[in-house]
C-alpha cells in the first residue's frame, strides 16, 4: 500500500482494529453477565469469592499460554507481507501442534490438581470446594481454547480480524446460553451452581473450535494457504513462535501479579478503597479492550511490512495507529475526569464505592491518556521482534517503579486512595516513553529474519 493519504490510512487502520475490538468487547460482556447470573444462586456470597479464585486461577493460565496467539500472529504477518502464502499454512499446522500439546498436557495437570489449587487460595472450604469444581470443569477447555487462540492469531496475521469478531460474538453468545442452561438447570437439567459456569464456558470453547474449521474449510483459504496439504511441524517455525510468545507470556504474568499487588495495597487502606480499587479497573476495560485492538491492528501491519521489505511503512503505521488510538484514549479521558460518577454507576450502585472511587477514576482519567501509546508501541515492538525488550521494561516499570510508589504514597504517606492511584500516571507514562523511544530510535534495517 502506498502513503495516499491520511485519511486513506487510518481508514485501513480501522478496518483492522474495529472487528477485534468488537470481538474483544464480547468477553467483557461475558464476564459481567456470568458474575450477574452467579450472584444470584442461593448463598451467592460463597460462589462469588469462589467464583473470584477461579477466573483468577484461570486467567493466570490463559495469560500465560494466550501469548502462542502472538508468536502465530507476529510469524505469519511476516510471511504473508512476503507473499509466502504456504509457509502461513506451515505456521498455522505448527502452532496447533504446539497448542494440542501444551494444552493436553496443561488442561490434565490442573484438572487433576483443581481441588489442590483451590485449596490453596481458598481460606474457607466451602469457597475451596466451589472454586475446585469451576476450576475442574473450566480447564477441560483449555486444549480447545488454544487451538482458537493458534487460529486466532493466523486469522490476525492476514488482516481477516472481521472472522475474529464473528467468532467472539458467536462464542460468547453461546457462553452466555449455556451457563445459563447448567448453572440453573433449564430444560430439565439439575443445577450445577457455579460448576456448571465452568462447564457451559468450555462447551462454548469447543463450539468456536469447530466456527474456526468450518472458516478454514473455505476455498478461499483453503486454496491459497494449502495448510491441509501440507500438514506437518516446522522446527524452525515452532523455535520462532515460543521466541516471540514465551517473553509475552511472561510479561502478561509479572503485568498480573504487579496489578493484584496493587489491589492488596488498596485492601491495606481499607476495604472500601479495595472495592472502590476493583470498580476503577473495571471502567479502565472501556479503554482497555479498544487499546487491545489497536495493538492487533499494529502487529498485523508492522509485521506485514516487514514481510514486504517496507521497513518504513512498517514504522509509519505504528506511529499513525498510535494517533488514532491516542485521540480515542483522550475522549474517553475526558469523560473519566468530567463525569466520573456516571461512568462508576454503570459498575456499581453503591453509593459509598462511588464516592470513594471518585477521586481515583479523575486520576485514571489523566494516566489512561498515554496507555494508547504504550499499548500501540509495545505491540509494534513485539512485531519487530522486540518481546524480550518489551517484557523487561514492564518487569522494571511496574514491578521496580509502580508497586513501590504506590505502596509508598497510598500507606507510608498516608495519602489513602487518592496516593496510591497518583502513581497510575506515573507508571503509564514511563512505561509509554521508554518503548515510543525504543520504537523510534530502533534500527528497523537490522531487524532479524524471523
Known amino acids: 500500500m502506498k502513503f495516499s493519504g491520511k485519511t486513506k490510512t487510518y481508514k485501513y487502520i480501522l478496518q483492522i482494529a474495529l472487528p477485534a475490538i468488537a470481538g474483544l468487547s464480547t468477553q467483557m460482556v461475558v464476564s459481567l453477565v456470568d458474575t450477574a447470573m452467579v450472584g444470584r444462586i442461593p448463598h451467592a456470597e460463597y460462589s462469588l469469592a469462589a467464583m473470584g479464585i477461579g477466573v483468577l486461577a484461570t486467567w493466570a493460565i490463559v ?3 494466550s501469548s502462542l496467539a502472538t508468536g502465530t500472529h507476529v510469524l505469519t504477518a511476516r510471511r504473508f507481507g512476503g507473499g509466502e502464502f504456504k509457509a502461513c499454512g506451515e505456521v498455522l499446522n505448527t502452532s496447533l501442534i504446539l497448542s494440542v500439546g501444551i494444552g493436553g498436557t496443561v488442561g490434565l495437570m490442573v484438572i487433576y490438581f483443581a481441588f489442590d489449587i483451590s485449596d490453596l487460595l481458598a481460606a474457607d472450604d466451602k469457597v475451596g470446594l466451589l472454586a475446585g469444581e469451576y476450576l475442574y470443569y473450566r480447564f477441560m477447555g483449555i486444549p480447545f481454547f488454544l487451538i482458537t487462540v493458534t487460529y486466532r492469531g493466523f486469522f490476525f496475521g492476514i488482516s481477516k480480524t472481521k472472522i475474529f469478531m464473528y467468532s467472539g460474538i458467536l462464542a460468547n453468545v453461546q457462553n452466555i446460553i449455556y451457563n445459563y442452561i447448567f448453572i440453573f438447570g433449564a430444560f430439565g437439567m439439575e443445577p450445577m451452581g457455579l460448576a456448571g459456569a465452568g462447564l457451559g464456558s468450555t462447551i462454548a470453547t469447543i463450539n468456536d473450535v469447530f466456527f474456526y474449521l468450518i472458516i478454514l474449510f473455505l476455498p478461499r483459504y483453503k486454496d491459497k494457504f494449502k495448510y491441509f ?21 511472561f510479561q502478561n504474568v509479572f503485568l498480573l501479579v504487579g496489578f493484584l499487588s496493587f489491589v492488596a495495597i488498596s485492601g491495606l487502606i481499607g476495604i472500601s478503597e479495595q472495592a472502590a480499587s476493583q470498580a476503577v479497573i473495571s471502567s479502565l476495560f472501556i479503554t482497555i479492550m479498544p487499546c487491545m485492538g489497536f495493538g492487533i491492528a499494529v502487529q498485523t501491519l508492522v509485521g506485514n511490512n516487514i514481510g514486504f521489505g517496507k521497513l518504513n511503512l512498517a514504522k509509519y503505521y505504528g506511529f499513525e495507529t498510535g494517533k488514532l488510538a491516542t485521540l480515542y484514549t483522550l475522549i474517553v479521558g475526558a469523560v473519566f475526569v468530567g463525569a466520573p460518577r456516571i461512568i462508576l454507576s454503570l459498575i456499581t450502585d453503591d453509593s459509598g464505592v462511588i464516592e470513594t472511587a471518585v477521586p481515583a477514576l479523575r486520576i485514571a482519567g489523566i494516566g489512561q491518556v498515554f496507555y494508547a501509546t504504550s499499548a500501540v508501541m509495545s505491540n509494534g515492538l513485539q512485531a519487530a521482534g522486540k518481546t524480550f525488550f518489551v517484557m523487561m521494561t514492564e518487569i522494571i516499570v511496574n514491578w521496580m517503579m509502580f508497586v513501590p510508589l504506590a505502596w509508598f504514597l497510598g500507606v507510608y504517606l498516608g495519602l489513602g486512595l487518592t496516593g ?25 534495517k537490522k531487524l532479524k529474519k524471523l
Open 229 to 249: 496439504k501440507r500438514l506437518g511441524f516446522n522446527r524452525k517455525f515452532a523455535s520462532s513462535i515460543l521466541k516471540i510468545s514465551l517473553p509475552v507470556s
Open 420 to 444: 496510591a492511584w497518583a502513581a497510575i500516571p506515573f507508571y503509564v507514562f514511563v512505561f509509554s516513553m521508554v518503548v515510543l523511544i525504543k520504537y523510534s530510535v530502533m534500527d528497523w
Open 63 to 65: 495469560a500465560f499460554f
